[in-house]
Structures are given as structure tokens and as C-alpha cells.
């Protein structure tokens, strides 16, 4: 269990460092089983992804029921919903990064390059808007992620999937990328 806390704060720290979540944004969570039982260890509500310790981070089971002391993330029915939705994944995480939730709050939309896997759309699944950490949120982000591994919220940030949290961790930092790559071109396109 130890070894998935870690990998948690790993994640976070990573997507914090890289400038994918600011402030007391985005959350990351990993699912694991503990005595034949879905657990699933997500990051805390407000408190920033930059300086997790162990002690932060929230287990529940699969059905939101705390197992340990504190608050999970708001979005943790979106991650549960996710979860039961994919079997197959053990990694969820979620960001507002710059570029990529600027595609989310426009009406542009973000090509599907290679390295996401196979191109089957020209562009990244998105949602419509859902109020962050509702129902309705949950149930449209998992049933969009049944075939994806990455989707943009509209007016919100991305979520991306993956059989590790690195895995996930790593999608979220392509999409960003890729974002920023379109923003940058469209901008040389314009002079």
C-alpha cells in the first residue's frame, strides 16, 4: 500500500512541477485491490498537489466510503465512476493546465496526434460543461472515457486514463503539449 501512496504523490508532484495544476487544483488517484476489494487512494480536497505527504492521501472504497482520515478530492465520484467503467485502468488524473483548458474554454479543439495510440478521430472527445465534482459530471466523463483515454471537460480541464498513474500522468502532459504545439501554430498562422 505503501508503494501506491507513493506513486500518488509521485504523480502529483510531477504534474504540479510541470505546470499542469496550479494552486489547489487537479487531483490523481490509483486503484489497487486489498483483500479482493477495489481501494482506491486519491488525493486530498484543497490542498495543493506540489507538497503531498503520505498522511494526505485519502483511501475509500468503491463506493466513496472513507478507510482512512481526511477529505478526498471533490471529483472522487468522477473517479469512481471511471473506475467501474474501466476495470482494465489503475490510473486517473485530472488537470487545468494552460493550453489544453484553453481549447477547453473555446471552440477550437485539440487534434488526436499520434501518442495518444491509435488515431481513431481527428480530435480529443469532449463533454459538454457539468459543474465540477457533480454526479452529472461523473456519469458523463466515465461514460465518454469508455473508448478514450483522455477527454476535455468543456469549460473545465482534462482527464486521462491509464493501465498505470504514470500512464495517465504522462497523457495529461502529451495533451498539453500537443495543446500548446496547435496554440503556438495557429498563432503563426495568423501573421
Avoid: C, W
Avoid at 485491490?33 to 495543493?48: C, F, W, Y
Avoid at 468522477?78 to 474554454?105: D, N
Amino acid at each position: 500500500m505503501k508503494n501506491v501512496v507513493k506513486s500518488v504523490i509521485d504523480v502529483s508532484n510531477y504534474v504540479f512541477e510541470r505546470g499542469l495544476v496550479s494552486g489547489k487544483a487537479g487531483n490523481v488517484s490509483v486503484r489497487f485491490k486489498n483483500e479482493g476489494k477495489d481501494i482506491v487512494a486519491i488525493t486530498p480536497t484543497l490542498k495543493s498537489l506540489a507538497d503531498l505527504k503520505e498522511e494526505d492521501i485519502v483511501l475509500i472504497d468503491e463506493n466513496g466510503k472513507n478507510l482512512t482520515k481526511g477529505k478526498p478530492s471533490s471529483e472522487y465520484n468522477m473517479h469512481l465512476a471511471i473506475y467501474r467503467e474501466k476495470p482494465e485502468i489503475t490510473g486517473i488524473v485530472h488537470t487545468h493546465s494552460p493550453y489544453a483548458t484553453g481549447f477547453a474554454f473555446s471552440d477550437k479543439k485539440i487534434k488526436r496526434l499520434e501518442g495518444f495510440g491509435a488515431i481513431k478521430s481527428e480530435y480529443l472527445k469532449e463533454i459538454p460543461y457539468e459543474k465540477p465534482g457533480s454526479i452529472e459530471l461523473a456519469e458523463s466523463a466515465a461514460e465518454a472515457l469508455k473508448n478514450e483515454d483522455v477527454i476535455i471537460l468543456k469549460n473545465h480541464g482534462v482527464i486521462a486514463t491509464g493501465e498505470t498513474v504514470e500512464e495517465a500522468g504522462a497523457l495529461v502532459e502529451f495533451t498539453e503539449e500537443i495543446a500548446k504545439t496547435q496554440f503556438v501554430t495557429h498563432m503563426l498562422n495568423k501573421l
